[in-house]
């Protein structure tokens, strides 16, 4: 799960963010948009000053954007360029540079680097949880969120289960600001999502279908902005446990709603665009596997 935020809020009449109108484009789902700004303003910043912090934040936000289009490899080698830069301009353990770990550990795990990614989850958790800042709990969430995913990937339901209710009932969750942006709802959203792929992964799928009843609930009580990134993503729970208990045709109609969403939103290279198709041609091969 990203989490990119600015750097706090501005103070009446204080001048507007660099970049204000690209982190805009990307909450609005302009994706190229945002990408193009992002990159306008990382040239611009590096030609006034070379270490300009914003530049290297200008960066992060093309990277995000990358990510969201489906070009997983490209975000992963903008992330692998900005760490050293972030590592040496915030320090190693400062929440912007956790983040960005995070993000990137993330879109390791798109990139079905699995092992890779849970490895590096593991240890932004660790850090965060050991931090004082404000921001650090939430990072901590965040990279816990990626460790679900990470697990469920490589078929370790259960422990998936058990880390994602453990998330879900800590008070971290209540502590709803990233910077001063409301983040709570989305965090549990994506832990949910977690939770219910792990329910069809044991072969539990009426559970997993309550949980995604829960999911879509609590989507609907959310702003836009917050549940465009997760296009498809409770569709795509239903029509996994839709097919594990043998409803073939109704998992098909939702996995094929899932594909049409993803393709229109994060476009046909994007992870979940490419799950969607998966499942899609798994039910059209009559595959005996459900899970």
């Given at each position: 799960m990203r989490l990119f935020?600015?750097?706090?809020?501005?103070?009446?009449?204080?001048?507007?963010?660099?970049?204000?109108?690209?982190?805009?484009?990307?909450?609005?789902?302009?994706?190229?948009?945002?990408?193009?700004?992002?990159?306008?303003?990382?040239?611009?910043?590096?030609?006034?000053?070379?270490?300009?912090?914003?530049?290297a934040q200008a960066w992060s936000i093309a990277a995000v954007t990358m990510g969201f289009q489906g070009r997983h490899a490209e975000s992963l080698a903008v992330y692998d360029e900005l760490l050293p830069v972030f590592g040496s301009g915030f320090g190693a353990e400062h929440w912007q540079t956790l983040k960005l770990r995070s993000d990137r550990a993330q879109?390791?795990?798109?990139?079905?680097?699995?092992?890779?990614?849970?490895?590096?989850?593991?240890?932004?958790?660790?850090?965060?949880?050991?931090?004082?800042?404000?921001?650090?709990?939430?990072?901590?969430?965040?990279?816990?969120?990626?460790?679900?995913?990470?697990?469920?990937?490589?078929?370790?339901?259960?422990?998936?289960?058990?880390?994602?209710r453990d998330v879900l009932a800590r008070d971290t969750l209540n502590c709803d600001t990233l910077?001063?942006?409301p983040v709570e709802g989305r965090l549990t959203l994506v832990l949910r999502l977690g939770l219910a792929r792990s329910l069809s992964g044991q072969?539990?799928?009426?559970?997993?279908?309550?949980?995604?009843?829960?999911?879509?609930?609590?989507?609907?009580?959310l702003p836009e902005e917050a549940t465009r990134p997760e296009t498809g993503a409770v569709e795509l729970v239903v029509a996994t446990a839709e097919l594990g208990l043998g409803r073939a045709a109704e998992a098909r109609a939702?996995?094929?709603?899932?594909?049409?969403?993803?393709?229109?939103?994060?476009?046909?290279?994007?992870?979940?665009?490419?799950?969607?198709?998966?499942?899609?041609?798994?039910?059209?091969?009559?595959?005996?596997?459900?899970?």
């Amino acid at each position: 799960m990203r989490l990119f935020r600015p750097r706090g809020r501005n103070n009446a009449g204080a001048p507007a963010s660099p970049l204000a109108r690209a982190i805009g484009l990307l909450k609005a789902g302009r994706y190229a948009e945002a990408e193009a700004e992002a990159r306008e303003v990382a040239s611009a910043r590096s030609a006034l000053r070379r270490d300009d912090p914003y530049a290297a934040q200008a960066w992060s936000i093309a990277a995000v954007t990358m990510g969201f289009q489906g070009r997983h490899a490209e975000s992963l080698a903008v992330y692998d360029e900005l760490l050293p830069v972030f590592g040496s301009g915030f320090g190693a353990e400062h929440w912007q540079t956790l983040k960005l770990r995070s993000d990137r550990a993330q879109t390791l795990i798109a990139l079905d680097r699995h092992a890779e990614g849970e490895a590096e989850c593991r240890a932004v958790a660790r850090i965060a949880d050991r931090g004082t800042g404000p921001q650090l709990p939430l990072i901590a969430v965040a990279a816990r969120n990626g460790l679900v995913f990470a697990l469920n990937a490589q078929g370790r339901h259960a422990e998936a289960e058990t880390l994602a209710r453990d998330v879900l009932a800590r008070d971290t969750l209540n502590c709803d600001t990233l910077a001063g942006h409301p983040v709570e709802g989305r965090l549990t959203l994506v832990l949910r999502l977690g939770l219910a792929r792990s329910l069809s992964g044991q072969g539990r799928h009426e559970e997993a279908l309550a949980e995604a009843e829960r999911i879509a609930a609590l989507a609907r009580d959310l702003p836009e902005e917050a549940t465009r990134p997760e296009t498809g993503a409770v569709e795509l729970v239903v029509a996994t446990a839709e097919l594990g208990l043998g409803r073939a045709a109704e998992a098909r109609a939702r996995a094929a709603a899932a594909h049409d969403a993803c393709r229109a939103v994060l476009g046909p290279d994007h992870r979940r665009t490419a799950e969607a198709r998966s499942l899609l041609d798994r039910i059209d091969g009559h595959c005996p596997d459900t899970r």
